[in-house]
């Protein structure tokens, strides 16, 4: 089957790798001019002029990233099965939306407002109380498009820095750590989960992850899979899904926002998991059943960033798998990431501490389970 994939970055790379032993041929419809997938067959369409020869050539579609117009989704859902829908990408797009969704389905968020002028965001930041996060309601990712605001009299400044029409700002909440909950829905319906993984941050971008977390209640992992199920039936899912979520000291889940496709925080589930999510939702989307998605063992994914380590070294950490992406160094950008694999979440940590060392720009790990 060959599937097409909007999209050009890492994760249609990832998809790609994962689909070749399932005799999957790829195609690649590329709108930035900067495709960095290296695999398949790439489509460079920044002219919007290659989209019938890429629908031509494909049987199904699915996407690598959500920052797409939904009318070429719907235009596309016309000809050829798109997986996830369009109707996920319209939401997931606007923060409004998303939240009212979570609102309807009972899924807790942190105290929000919507705002449309500096005014209103200054009078949003006393109603919530400083310090908040201002976000625009479309766009904006890894830490973009978004301010952190610690005083009303900074509401003015971080309207012109957002410089969008329309804000989401939402309180402050005193969380433990964040989690992600990674789950697939095929297109019968059959839903499975991962295990919730922890999450790093620095500076908006995720760092580490890793699953599954030893202090994990029960109850709390049933909770977040009631959620993301909870969503994906609402929205006839079928894919990968991946929602990222506040657990506060007294355990309880608070959503932030929701990724309508294979997610960073799920990398660790290529080496770590029975079947990866790239594969589930390769699985998914051809409505194949779905695999296991049992973790082998205590996994840490570790981002590089910026600038890439010295590839040997790194792989001279036992059960270290390392995953390339290919691109140029730059600041900021994801170059690769690092999945390590241990018996013990104390060796596990051992090993990041290690892999951390090795690369130039990574911050000192630490989770909420040390």
Same mark, same amino acid.
């Given at each position: 089957?060959?599937?097409?994939?909007?999209?050009?970055?890492?994760?249609?790379?990832?998809?790609?790798?994962?689909?070749? *032993?399932?005799?999957?041929?790829? =195609?690649?419809?590329?709108?930035?001019?900067?495709?960095? #997938?290296?695999?398949?067959?790439?489509?460079?369409?920044?002219?919007? !002029?290659?989209?019938?020869?890429?629908?031509? !050539?494909?049987?199904?579609?699915?996407?690598?990233?959500?920052?797409?117009?939904?009318?070429?989704?719907?235009?596309?859902?016309?000809?050829?099965?798109?997986?996830?829908?369009?109707?996920?990408?319209?939401?997931?797009?606007?923060?409004?939306?998303?939240?009212?969704?979570?609102?309807?389905?009972?899924?807790? =968020? %942190? #105290?929000?407002?919507?705002?449309?002028?500096?005014?209103?965001?200054?009078?949003?930041?006393?109603?919530?109380?400083?310090?908040?996060?201002?976000?625009?309601?479309?766009?904006?990712?890894?830490? !973009?498009?978004?301010?952190?605001?610690?005083?009303?009299?900074?509401?003015?400044?971080?309207?012109?820095?957002?410089?969008? *029409?329309?804000?989401?700002?939402?309180?402050?909440?005193?969380?433990?750590?964040?989690? @992600?909950?990674?789950?697939?829905?095929?297109?019968?319906?059959?839903?499975?989960?991962?295990?919730?993984?922890?999450?790093?941050?620095?500076?908006?971008?995720?760092?580490?992850?890793?699953?599954?977390?030893?202090?994990?209640?029960?109850?709390?992992?049933?909770?977040?899979?009631?959620?993301?199920?909870?969503?994906?039936?609402?929205?006839?899912?079928?894919?990968?899904? =991946?929602?990222?979520?506040?657990?506060?000291?007294?355990?309880?889940?608070?959503?932030?926002?929701?990724?309508?496709?294979?997610?960073?925080?799920?990398?660790?589930?290529?080496?770590?998991?029975?079947? @990866?999510?790239?594969?589930?939702?390769?699985?998914?989307?051809?409505?194949?059943?779905?695999?296991?998605?049992?973790?082998?063992? %205590?996994?840490?994914?570790?981002?590089?960033?910026?600038?890439?380590?010295?590839?040997?070294?790194?792989?001279?950490?036992?059960?270290?798998?390392?995953?390339?992406?290919?691109? @140029?160094?730059?600041?900021?950008?994801?170059?690769?990431?690092?999945?390590?694999?241990?018996?013990?979440?104390?060796?596990?940590?051992?090993?990041?501490?290690?892999?951390?060392?090795?690369?130039?720009?990574? %911050?000192?790990? @630490?989770?909420?389970?040390?």
């Amino acid at each position: 089957m060959n599937i097409g994939v909007l999209g050009a970055g890492q994760l249609g790379r990832m998809l790609a790798l994962a689909g070749y *032993p399932l005799a999957n041929r790829f =195609t690649f419809l590329d709108t930035t001019g900067h495709p960095s #997938a290296g695999i398949g067959d790439v489509m460079v369409d920044t002219d919007q !002029k290659h989209l019938e020869s890429f629908l031509d !050539k494909v049987d199904l579609v699915t996407y690598e990233f959500e920052h797409l117009p939904v009318s070429l989704v719907q235009a596309i859902e016309e000809r050829k099965p798109v997986h996830p829908s369009s109707e996920a990408i319209r939401v997931c797009q606007h923060r409004a939306e998303e939240k009212a969704l979570f609102d309807r389905l009972g899924i807790p =968020t %942190p #105290a929000y407002r919507l705002v449309d002028s500096a005014e209103a965001l200054e009078a949003a930041v006393r109603e919530l109380g400083a310090p908040v996060v201002a976000k625009s309601v479309t766009e904006g990712y890894d830490g !973009k498009g978004q301010a952190v605001i610690k005083d009303p009299a900074d509401a003015a400044e971080a309207w012109r820095s957002i410089n969008h *029409p329309r804000l989401i700002v939402e309180a402050f909440v005193d969380f433990v750590r964040e989690v @992600s909950i990674i789950a697939v829905r095929g297109r019968d319906g059959e839903v499975v989960f991962y295990p919730m993984a922890e999450n790093v941050h620095v500076d908006g971008i995720l760092r580490y992850s890793v699953a599954p977390m030893p202090d994990l209640d029960d109850a709390v992992q049933q909770t977040a899979d009631d959620y993301i199920r909870a969503l994906l039936d609402e929205l006839d899912y079928v894919g990968v899904l =991946t929602l990222e979520l506040f657990q506060t000291r007294d355990g309880a889940l608070l959503a932030n926002e929701m990724a309508p496709r294979v997610h960073n925080s799920g990398h660790w589930t290529q080496d770590g998991a029975v079947t @990866s999510q790239f594969e589930n939702h390769l699985r998914a989307i051809q409505g194949l059943p779905l695999g296991s998605t049992a973790a082998r063992a %205590p996994t840490c994914m570790v981002n590089v960033i910026g600038r890439e380590g010295e590839a040997a070294k790194l792989l001279e950490i036992e059960d270290a798998h390392l995953h390339r992406y290919d691109k @140029s160094e730059r600041p900021g950008r994801k170059l690769a990431h690092v999945n390590l694999v241990a018996p013990t979440h104390e060796a596990l940590l051992d090993k990041v501490r290690a892999c951390a060392a090795l690369l130039p720009d990574a %911050p000192a790990p @630490s989770f909420s389970f040390e």
